[in-house]
C-alpha cells in the first residue's frame, strides 16, 4: 500500500493565484482531512469528508475548498491564495469507528509559499 | 473542539535518560493519541488510549490517562537520538467518531 500520498511536495503561488493540492489514499479509508500547520500553532483543520460526496468545514475553512468524488481522493484548492496561506499541508485518513476516533494516517505534506 | 495543551513546549536530554511529556484538556473525551513527527515530514500515530483506559504500553513507550484530571503523559525510555521529534496530543472529544483536535506539540531532543 502506497498510504496517503500528496502531490505536489512544494509550491511556490503569487497572491491571486489558485491550485489544487491532491491527496489520495488506497486504505479504503472513509474519513479523510486536511490540515494546516504553522510554527506554534500546531495542526488545524481545514475540511474533511466522512465518504464520497460528504464534506463539512474545520476549524479554519476560509479561502479553501474541497470535494469527495471518490473514496480514493480528497483534493484541497485555493481560490485565490493569499500571504496568510503560506504553511505546510497534510492530509490524513482513517476508518471511521464506532467508538471514537480510529488513528489517522498521514501524507508527507505539501509546503506552499504564497508571495 | 477542545485542543489538547502539551507541557513542556520543549525538553532536552541526554541519550538513555527518559523523557516525559504531558497532555492536559478540559471537557471529555472519547480517547486521546499521542503522534511523532519528525522535521519535515508527516506525522505518526504512537498509541491511542480510551477514556476508559488507564495506561497502555508499546515498546518504550508509555502512556497513561487520568480523567478525573484531564490529563495525559507520554513516557518514553531509555532515549535515543532517533528519538529526536515533535510529539502531539490528539483528541477524540465526545461526540465525534472520527475528528481530532491537536495540541501545538511538545519538540524532544537527545543528545548523543
Known amino acids: 500500500n502506497a498510504g496517503v500520498t500528496q502531490t505536489p511536495k512544494f509550491q511556490v503561488l503569487k497572491t491571486g493565484q489558485s491550485m489544487t493540492l491532491q491527496c489520495a489514499q488506497d486504505?479504503?479509508?472513509?474519513?479523510m482531512s486536511w490540515y494546516r500547520q504553522d510554527p506554534g500553532m500546531g495542526l488545524r483543520l481545514i475540511h474533511y469528508?466522512?465518504?464520497?460526496?460528504?464534506?463539512d468545514q474545520g476549524e479554519v475553512p476560509n479561502g479553501y475548498n474541497v470535494s469527495r468524488s471518490t473514496t480514493e481522493d480528497f483534493p484541497l484548492r485555493l481560490l485565490s491564495a493569499a500571504p496568510s496561506q503560506t504553511s505546510v499541508y497534510f492530509c490524513?485518513?482513517?476508518?471511521?469507528?464506532?467508538?471514537?476516533?480510529?488513528?489517522?494516517?498521514f501524507g508527507p505534506g505539501t509546503r506552499l509559499t504564497v508571495t | 473542539s477542545q485542543q489538547g495543551e502539551e507541557d513542556p513546549q520543549a525538553l532536552s536530554i541526554q541519550e538513555g535518560e527518559n523523557a516525559t511529556m504531558n497532555c492536559s484538556y478540559k471537557t471529555s473525551i472519547n480517547n486521546l493519541q499521542w503522534y511523532r513527527q519528525n522535521s519535515g515530514r508527516g506525522l505518526v500515530h504512537l498509541i491511542l488510549i480510551r477514556s476508559n483506559e488507564r495506561e497502555k504500553h508499546s515498546g518504550r513507550l508509555r502512556v497513561t490517562l487520568d480523567t478525573s484530571k484531564k490529563s495525559s503523559s507520554l513516557l518514553i525510555t531509555a532515549s535515543r537520538a532517533a528519538d529526536t521529534a515533535s510529539y502531539f496530543c490528539?483528541?477524540?472529544?465526545?461526540?465525534?467518531?472520527?475528528?481530532?483536535?491537536f495540541g501545538k506539540g511538545t519538540l524532544l531532543t537527545v543528545n548523543p
Open positions: 469528508s466522512v465518504g464520497a460526496g460528504i464534506t
Open positions: 490528539a483528541l477524540n472529544s465526545g461526540g465525534s467518531n472520527y475528528k481530532l483536535t
Open positions: 486504505m479504503n479509508h472513509e474519513y
Open positions: 490524513a485518513s482513517s476508518k471511521i469507528g464506532t467508538s471514537g476516533a480510529n488513528e489517522q494516517y
